[in-house]
T-cell receptor, first 114, second 113 residues
Framework: NAGVMQNPRHLVRRRGQEARLRCSPM?????VYWYRQLPEEGLKFMVYLQKENIIDESGMPKERFSAEFPKEGPSILRIQQVVRGDSAAYFCASSPIGQGYGYTFGSGTRLTVV | AQTVTQSQPEMSVQEAETVTLSCTYD???????LFWYKQPPSRQMILVIRQEAYKQQNATENRFSVNFQKAAKSFSLKISDSQLGDAAMYFCALLIGNEKLTFGTGTRLTIIP
């Protein structure tokens, strides 16, 4: 019974390149959340998705960032034209609907922009 | 909007002793959930303990217990018999409905051998 799977674990991109971060939720979980953690800080909400729907993207920067959770396949967080300030750990979490058990987190992807 | 405040950036405790980490929160909702997550150097976010706001009884999980004061909007974590493996960042978090978790800024716990 695999947990939340994120890949890659580490990602290095040059300024201006695109970064794609993948997240496969736990089996039976239909809700996916993306969080960003800057060094020495807490996790900040970015976006909340269900299959083929963005429910809440209030934490997403207005430009360069997008997220999807297609009918088939993993959820993708995409960052276009990365800048140094995008360097952070990006966590994905999943939950079953309406149960309030809290999320199960993946191990995160550490993005480094050089 | 809800907020979560952890006023202790760092704490330390002698191995085998007891330590309490503080957390306060603010929300206008009456039904919600509170959590403590642990983040060791591996970066994995690990759920430590969960509390339902409508339950008056404080949650416990082995050496971990909480002191939930709903009126004061306080949710502290007590770790008994501290072990070296407890060293980590600890985050308090608030969940309302099935919306996003709101996290505090964390407390770094050091265990002194």
């Amino acid at each position: 019974n695999a947990g939340v799977m994120q890949n890659p674990r580490h990602l290095v991109r040059r300024r201006g390149q695109e970064a794609r971060l993948r997240c496969s939720p736990m089996k039976g979980h239909s809700h996916v959340y993306w969080y960003r953690q800057l060094p020495e800080e807490g996790l900040k909400f970015m976006v909340y998705l269900q299959k083929e729907n963005i429910i809440d993207e209030s934490g997403m920067p207005k430009e360069r960032f997008s997220a999807e959770f297609p009918k088939e396949g993993p959820s993708i967080l995409r960052i276009q034209q990365v800048v140094r300030g995008d360097s952070a750990a990006y966590f994905c979490a999943s939950s079953p609907i309406g149960q309030g058990y809290g999320y199960t987190f993946g191990s995160g992807t550490r993005l480094t922009v050089v | 909007a809800q907020t979560v405040t952890q006023s202790q950036p760092e704490m330390s405790v002698q191995e085998a002793e007891t330590v309490t980490l503080s957390c306060t929160y603010d929300t206008s909702e009456s039904d919600y959930y509170l959590f403590w997550y642990k983040q060791p150097p591996s970066r994995q976010m690990i759920l430590v303990i969960r509390q339902e706001a409508y339950k008056q009884q404080n949650a416990t999980e082995n050496r971990f217990s909480v002191n939930f004061q709903k009126a004061a909007k306080s949710f502290s974590l007590k770790i008994s018999d501290s072990q070296l493996g407890d060293a980590a960042m600890y985050f308090c978090a608030l969940l309302i409905g099935n919306e996003k978790l709101t996290f505090g800024t964390g407390t770094r716990l050091t265990i002194i051998p």
